[in-house]
Nanobody, 124 residues
């Protein structure tokens, strides 16, 4: 069970930190990803992090501005978003990948468990 939080309304250029808390199972068992769905658009990959947190990958559009991290003791994954843009208004989802390989995936179809999403609105 994954629950996202931290969304809200911010102005362009602002920062926001999303959290994804897991219950029921140790988050350390999963590779984790963040995705977003903007109004009228398909779901898009944002970032992913390995089980240990030692490996991360990002969509080109967020590189240098977004940072994903995890605290396996707290069973939580984070997405720090800086310099937000209006076009990044979307529902943000965290997802868990149980695959055996260490490589993190950018493909949402590889993720078995999803949270309900949290709305991020970037507007002046």
């Amino acid at each position: 069970h994954l629950v996202e939080s931290g969304g809200g309304l911010v102005q362009p250029g602002d920062s926001l930190k999303l959290s994804c808390a897991a219950s029921g199972r140790p988050l350390a068992n999963y590779k984790m990803g963040w995705f977003r769905r903007a109004p009228g658009k398909e779901r898009a990959f944002v970032s992913a992090i390995s089980r240990s947190g030692g490996s991360t990958t990002y969509a080109d559009s967020v590189k240098g501005r977004f940072t994903t991290s995890r605290d396996n003791v707290k069973n939580t994954v984070y997405l720090q978003m800086n310099s937000l843009k209006p076009e990044e208004t979307a529902v943000y989802y965290c997802a868990a990948d149980t695959g055996a390989y260490a490589t993190v995936s950018k493909n949402g179809d590889d993720y078995e468990y999803w949270g309900q999403g949290t709305q991020v609105t970037v507007s002046s």
